[in-house]
């Protein structure tokens, strides 16, 4: 009798694809489906050659070659696309079996879905896979959320295939986060850390090569330096790469032949949409998925430069080595400053959605396998286990001390790059930020006065309880 898969497979993209020869490096045996047969067939022939990997030609025989209870995998494009593949599985499916989704889907879809699907007697999973193509083929960070009673069955195959860390290097980088759509919902702020990461070590970046004039190489060699210490990650580790990478077509600096447009998925949009439904003041991730849209507009930034010409107010560096120092300093703070952000957003959602997300355990997660594993992820986790109701990582001893070591240089890099006519609205937003919550008294009450002004939203006052409301002109 041939031998029945542990796991299905439906989507052979590169994501896909790994993914599949992860499990089955781990022992898996894994059933693949894929639209396009001749992509399935192409995998089978080549890179799945030789291991436990069932081909399929419809969803049927996908379905047909899975041991029960079936746990079925989508790797599928977000949105419509996902919805179409469950109902396609649906008439081969038992109560019981599984439904993974393991794309970048909204997290209220996968609240929708887990219902629907537990209403046919499935049960479903919407799990964020981080890692890349790179990650989901030797290990990535994985978070899965949804029907919890489908977690014991999937969770041997997705601890095995995900990253490990820890001092025995065997702790993984998956574990529960919790109902519905809470799997997809972190991956999701993951990611828009990872927008407000990215920006910031950009214009780091812009800073070195416009103010200091640094070569590539010269950034290079120093983004490997500040990647030995608590700058540590995975983004600061590929750019110092991507800056000494030679263009094989023109001989030029790669990073200097790419065009200054950068492209988004949604998912920055996603969570600067949620952040606003949810009120909590998220700037630095949000200004770095408007940074990526200011750059789309290339077109329309080469008019304005035509017609009103570029910054012009270049300042004068007496002491290029002390600002290399201070922006280091200020990309550790603003970087802290936009991770502290994301929390901030999952703590808001954990209390509208009754999730009881695990802070520190999720810092764990990302600490290996995903875009944003960083070295100072392991503060953060402590910050956390030290204090399981900690309101802000502002707060964290560490955290407080670190950022305001930094202060005077974060505010010194913001001042010298916005006097050179550099944008930097990922460090500005990220000071900014820094310094409302540490401003007792903001000119909000001003702002009330206008509502109550103009529409009679009524204010509080700060001598009395209760609302109020006047009549500030006279008939």
């Given at each position: 009798?041939?031998?029945?898969?542990?796991?299905?497979?439906?989507?052979?993209?590169?994501?896909?694809?790994?993914?599949?020869?992860?499990?089955?490096?781990?022992?898996?045996?894994?059933?693949?489906?894929?639209?396009?047969?001749?992509?399935?067939?192409?995998?089978?022939?080549?890179?799945?050659?030789?291991?436990?990997?069932?081909?399929?030609?419809?969803?049927?025989?996908?379905?047909?070659?899975?041991?029960?209870?079936?746990?079925?995998?989508?790797?599928?494009?977000?949105?419509?696309?996902?919805?179409?593949?469950?109902?396609?599985?649906?008439?081969?499916?038992?109560?019981?079996?599984?439904?993974?989704?393991?794309?970048?889907?909204?997290?209220?879809?996968?609240?929708?879905?887990?219902?629907?699907?537990?209403?046919?007697?499935?049960?479903?999973?919407g799990?964020?896979v981080?890692?890349?193509?790179?990650?989901?083929?030797?290990?990535?960070s994985?978070?899965?959320?949804?029907?919890?009673?489908?977690?014991?069955?999937?969770?041997?195959?997705?601890?095995?295939?995900?990253?490990?860390?820890?001092?025995?290097?065997?702790?993984p980088?998956?574990?529960?986060?919790?109902?519905?759509?809470?799997?997809?919902?972190?991956?999701?702020?993951?990611?828009?850390?990872?927008?407000?990461?990215?920006?910031?070590?950009?214009e780091?970046?812009?800073?070195?090569?416009?103010?200091?004039?640094?070569?590539?190489?010269?950034?290079g060699?120093?983004?490997?330096?500040?990647?030995?210490?608590?700058?540590?990650?995975?983004?600061?580790?590929?750019?110092?790469?991507?800056?000494?990478?030679?263009?094989?077509?023109?001989g030029?600096?790669?990073?200097?032949?790419?065009?200054?447009?950068?492209?988004?998925?949604?998912?920055?949009?996603?969570?600067?949409?949620?952040?606003?439904?949810?009120?909590?003041?998220?700037?630095?991730?949000?200004?770095?998925?408007?940074?990526?849209?200011?750059?789309?507009?290339?077109?329309?930034?080469?008019?304005?430069?035509?017609?009103?010409?570029?910054?012009?107010?270049?300042?004068?560096?007496h002491?290029?080595?002390?600002?290399?120092?201070?922006?280091?300093?200020?990309?550790?703070?603003?970087?802290?400053?936009?991770?502290?952000?994301?929390?901030?957003?999952?703590?808001?959602?954990?209390?509208?959605?009754?999730?009881?997300?695990?802070?520190?355990?999720?810092?764990?997660?990302?600490?290996?396998?995903?875009?944003?594993?960083?070295?100072?992820?392991?503060?953060?986790?402590?910050?956390?286990?030290?204090?399981?109701?900690?309101?802000?990582?502002?707060?964290?001893?560490?955290?407080?001390?670190?950022?305001?070591?930094?202060e005077?240089?974060?505010?010194?890099?913001?001042?010298?790059?916005?006097?050179?006519?550099?944008?930097?609205?990922?460090?500005?937003?990220?000071?900014?930020?820094?310094?409302?919550?540490?401003?007792?008294?903001?000119?909000?009450?001003?702002?009330?006065?206008?509502?109550?002004?103009?529409?009679?939203?009524?204010?509080?006052?700060?001598?009395?309880?209760?609302?109020?409301?006047?009549?500030?002109?006279?008939?």
């Amino acid at each position: 009798m041939k031998k029945q898969a542990d796991i299905g497979m439906i989507g052979l993209a590169v994501m896909g694809q790994n993914l599949v020869l992860n499990m089955a490096d781990h022992g898996y045996t894994v059933a693949v489906y894929n639209r396009t047969v001749e992509i399935t067939d192409e995998f089978l022939d080549h890179e799945a050659s030789g291991k436990p990997i069932l081909g399929a030609r419809s969803v049927q025989e996908l379905v047909s070659q899975v041991q029960k209870p079936r746990k079925i995998m989508l790797m599928v494009k977000a949105g419509a696309p996902v919805d179409a593949v469950i109902e396609q599985l649906l008439p081969f499916l038992d109560n019981g079996d599984i439904i993974i989704d393991g794309g970048n889907s909204f997290f209220k879809d996968t609240i929708r879905r887990q219902k629907y699907l537990e209403g046919k007697g499935l049960r479903f999973i919407g799990t964020g896979v981080s890692g890349g193509e790179e990650g989901a083929r030797h290990g990535p960070s994985i978070m899965p959320g949804g029907s919890a009673s489908a977690w014991p069955e999937i969770k041997k195959i997705f601890q095995d295939i995900s990253a490990k860390v820890g001092p025995n290097n065997d702790v993984p980088c998956c574990d529960w986060i919790g109902q519905d759509g809470a799997g997809h919902f972190v991956k999701m702020v993951h990611n828009g850390i990872e927008y407000g990461d990215m920006e910031l070590i950009s214009e780091a970046y812009f800073v070195l090569k416009t103010i200091l004039n640094k070569s590539p190489d010269e950034m290079g060699a120093l983004f490997e330096r500040w990647n030995e210490g608590v700058l540590d990650s995975y983004l600061v580790e590929i750019t110092a790469a991507i800056l000494q990478k030679r263009d094989d077509m023109s001989g030029n600096y790669l990073i200097d032949m790419i065009l200054d447009k950068a492209g988004q998925k949604g998912t920055g949009v996603w969570t600067s949409i949620t952040a606003l439904e949810l009120g909590v003041p998220i700037p630095t991730l949000m200004e770095a998925t408007v940074a990526r849209a200011v750059s789309a507009a290339k077109k329309e930034r080469l008019e304005i430069v035509k017609s009103l010409g570029a910054p012009n107010g270049k300042k004068e560096v007496h002491d290029p080595n002390a600002l290399i120092r201070s922006l280091h300093d200020a990309l550790y703070a603003a970087k802290i400053l936009s991770y502290t952000q994301g929390f901030q957003l999952m703590r808001a959602a954990s209390d509208e959605y009754a999730w009881n997300l695990d802070y520190g355990r999720i810092a764990y997660l990302w600490r290996g396998g995903c875009i944003i594993r960083a070295r100072f992820l392991e503060q953060i986790k402590q910050a956390f286990d030290d204090h399981r109701d900690l309101k802000n990582l502002m707060l964290a001893p560490y955290f407080s001390q670190t950022l305001l070591a930094a202060e005077k240089q974060l505010r010194d890099i913001v001042c010298t790059a916005t006097q050179s006519g550099v944008p930097v609205p990922a460090f500005s937003s990220a000071l900014a930020y820094f310094d409302a919550f540490r401003t007792e008294v903001l000119p909000a009450h001003m702002i009330q006065a206008q509502r109550d002004y103009f529409g009679a939203h009524t204010y509080e006052r700060i001598d009395r309880a209760g609302t109020f409301h006047t009549e500030w002109t006279k008939p």
